[in-house]
């Protein structure tokens, strides 16, 4: 199993970025999918998460700005992200779970203000 993540970037505060995650050697609609994220010196975070029935939660932090989504046929989750603030400023990771747990490489969202 791989996970290729993209899409991170440097954006002005109250931008917009949208992360993708390419998935491969599974069978991609048949897992939930999830996308946390790291900032120096913090804990890794769960930022949200889609389940193979399309089903979607996300973290107080982020509802109302982040959408996740996914595309079954192109392998890949996304993350749409709208009023960026500072605070997002992170590396993000696309996660998913078989026998365990396989994470992406991580993108760097900087936002400033």
């Known amino acids: 199993v791989q996970l290729q993540a993209s899409g991170g970037g440097l954006v002005q505060a109250g931008g917009s970025l949208r992360l993708s995650c390419k998935a491969s050697?599974?069978?991609?609609?048949?897992?939930?999918m999830k996308w946390y994220r790291q900032a120096p010196g913090e804990k890794r975070e769960s930022v949200a998460m889609?389940?193979?029935?399309?089903?979607?939660d996300y973290a107080d932090a982020v509802k109302g700005r982040f959408t996740i989504s996914r595309d079954n046929v192109r392998n890949t989750v996304y993350l749409q992200m709208n009023s960026l603030k500072p605070e997002d400023t992170a590396v993000y990771y696309c996660k998913t779970k078989l026998s365990w747990d396989y994470w992406g490489q991580g993108t760097q969202v900087t936002v400033y203000s």
């Open positions: 050697g599974l069978n991609f609609r048949l897992y939930t």
């Open positions: 889609i389940q193979a029935s399309g089903s979607t």
